[in-house]
């Protein structure tokens, strides 16, 4: 229904700091719930932040108050701000949208926190 494209990921210092972005495209498509999701090598796939429609933000306790989601205007882009980073905090990062009453995934962004 939506097409999701992850950006931004790379190598980072403990510590640091990363935003990831994620471009929505799509016709005729109203989102109504989008989240940022993660999946460690050896780990199963997890809620890391998502925002409703209404601006209703929920996080991982592993995240809250380093990790922020937000979006741009008309959904075109949703981002994830991610600081004082962990190496526990390596993962595959995936989009997620919920839209027209249709699930969509990314295909992902690698994160890797390494000295």
């Known amino acids: 229904q939506v097409q999701l494209v992850e950006s931004g990921g790379g190598l980072v210092q403990p510590g640091g700091s990363l935003k990831l972005s994620c471009a929505v495209s799509?016709?005729?498509?109203?989102?109504?719930?989008m989240a940022w999701h993660r999946q460690a090598p050896g780990n199963q796939r997890e809620l890391v932040a998502g925002?409703?429609?209404?601006?209703?933000?929920n996080y991982a306790d592993s995240v809250k108050g380093r990790f922020t989601i937000s979006k741009g205007n008309a959904w075109n882009t949703v981002y994830l701000e991610m600081s004082s980073l962990k190496p526990e905090d390596t993962a595959v990062y995936y989009c997620?949208?919920?839209?027209?009453?249709?699930?969509?995934w990314g295909q992902g962004a690698q994160v890797t926190v390494s000295s």
């Open positions: 925002l409703n429609r209404d601006g209703i933000t």
């Open positions: 799509g016709r005729l498509f109203t989102i109504f719930y």
């Open positions: 997620y949208a919920l839209a027209n009453g249709v699930q969509s």
